[in-house]
């Protein structure tokens, strides 16, 4: 079983102190950062929650989508997630919050999705024209939101989807 704690679009978490690993971090705005940034952000403090998990001694690895445990056996699952809560906790990760959803953040994802599934399409996947930006932002403030991925996550393998991630990056 791979137990997971994904870093999805839009929930990027504070920066790891960069001499301590047990130190809390202030929370970034994210309301101020581009959505390069906050993915950026979310890349180090993946890399972050990753070495506080291992000094756990745990065996974690981690990729464009998150970090996680391979083949975690079910006694340990419970003391695992205490250990990602202290992480959180201990890198400042728990304490950021995702970016307002405003008209200019949405319409902005909006652009990454259309980039998306325009590269998803060059290799060779059928994925539908995205709706109108006003039932994309609907979507998302609904707690529905359209991805490029989502018409193709049952039909590749694991392998061809890591491919994929690296070409097409995926909010």
Not at 55 to 82: F, H, R
Not at 123 to 148: K, V
Request: aromatic share 8%; charged share 25%; net charge negative.
């Amino acid at each position: 079983m791979r137990l997971q704690r994904a870093i999805a679009f839009g929930f990027a978490f504070a920066l790891l102190p960069a001499l301590s690993g047990c130190s809390s971090a202030p929370p970034a705005d994210t309301d101020d950062m581009s959505l390069r940034e906050i993915q950026q952000l979310e890349t180090d403090v993946r890399g972050s929650l990753v070495d506080c998990l291992l000094g756990k001694g745990w065996d974690v690895t981690a990729d464009e989508q998150g970090y996680g445990v391979d083949n975690l056996p079910s006694a340990q699952v419970e003391q695992y997630q205490a250990d990602n809560e202290e992480c959180m906790r201990e890198t400042g990760a728990d304490q950021i919050e995702p970016p307002t959803l405003t008209d200019e953040r949405l319409a902005e994802f909006y652009s990454h999705e259309e980039e998306t599934a325009d590269c998803l399409r060059a290799r060779g996947h059928e994925i539908p024209q995205l709706p109108s930006l006003q039932t994309f932002a609907d979507g998302y403030r609904q707690g529905n939101p359209w991805s490029a991925y989502a018409f193709i996550e049952t039909s590749v393998s694991e392998d061809e989807w890591n491919v994929l991630i690296q070409a097409c990056p995926q909010l």
